[in-house]
């Protein structure tokens, strides 16, 4: 979606906010995939309420995009302009063991930060890309450890009431990468409790998690991690490994040859491409096994 309205663009520069015209999406996700739009970059969070009100009164859709490595773009023009936060120079600020994080904020390095004041809990947490907001999303998780359990508050902007509020950690429901936020809720910043420990012994942590990430994931392929949620009591990787689909593929879209349930762009793919390899695979584990996959990464439909 382009926005030509002079009298828009005038305001969104009255705001503070960073108008970059006909982006590729491509270069913006994980997977390499999406079609162009334009990109407004949020440089203080107060110019939220101002900046949604305008898009609304201009009838202009709009998405919010994190890190871009949990999502499913279309290809072509997209239909929505595509909000992100600045990720320059994000504030991770700690006081004890309380750290108060930008959403903007990249969560590996979050992680890394807070294990040199000694903060530990989240090794677990060390290489899933993206940022905190998307975190937050979608409760990341990995080798036991997920976001939600640190969370002791959340500063949200919500399009429901048009404001930013602050909400109490135990208001919101962290599930298996599944949380209660409003779909279109902007989480900016949230505050951690984070457990002392010692950084050596966080160190060993990260590095673990890294090994275990290196033996089983591909890490130098495009992909958005996990396609599928796993089922309650089983795995969706097993299952698709199991129907020996490894190396199966719909045009440049292929499922992994190291780890069954990530699905990369192996060159040129397109979503339509990646959209058919995921029916497909749900289709053959459907068959199999009678059991409904659900998408773990988020595609954008128009809806
Ligand atoms: C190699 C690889 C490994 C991965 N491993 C894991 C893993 O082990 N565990 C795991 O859980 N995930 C994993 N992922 C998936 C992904 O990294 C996580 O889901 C991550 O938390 C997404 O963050 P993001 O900022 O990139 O979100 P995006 O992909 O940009 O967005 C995802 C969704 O969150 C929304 N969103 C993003 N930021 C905000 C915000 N501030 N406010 C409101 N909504 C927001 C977006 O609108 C979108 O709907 C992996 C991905 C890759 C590529």
Redesign the pocket.
Known sequence: MRISDPTLIGALAALGVEHEPGVSMAEK???GIGGTSDLLLILKHDSLPELVRLLKQHAVPY?????????LLPDGELPWVILQ?ERQNPEVRIDGNSVLVD??AD?GRTVTTCAKADLGGMEG?I?????????????????GT??GTFVREVQ?YRAATGRIETLRGAEINFEY?HTS?A?D????TVRLELPSKPFKEILQGIRICNEK?RAS???NQ?????IFKNPPGGSAGRMIDELGLKGHSVGDARVSDRHAN?FVNAGHASAADMLALISDVRQRVRERYGVELEE???V?KES
């Open positions: 996700t994980s997977l998405r919010f995009l994190g890190g871009g490595s949990n999502v936060l959403c903007a969560l947490l290489g899933v890309p993206g940022t905190i907001g998307g975190a937050l999303r979608m409760n990341a998780g990995a080798y997920q976001i949200v990468r936020f779909p809720d902007i989480m900016l990430r994931q591909p890490l495009k992909s958005a991690g996990c990530f773990e990464v988020i954008w």
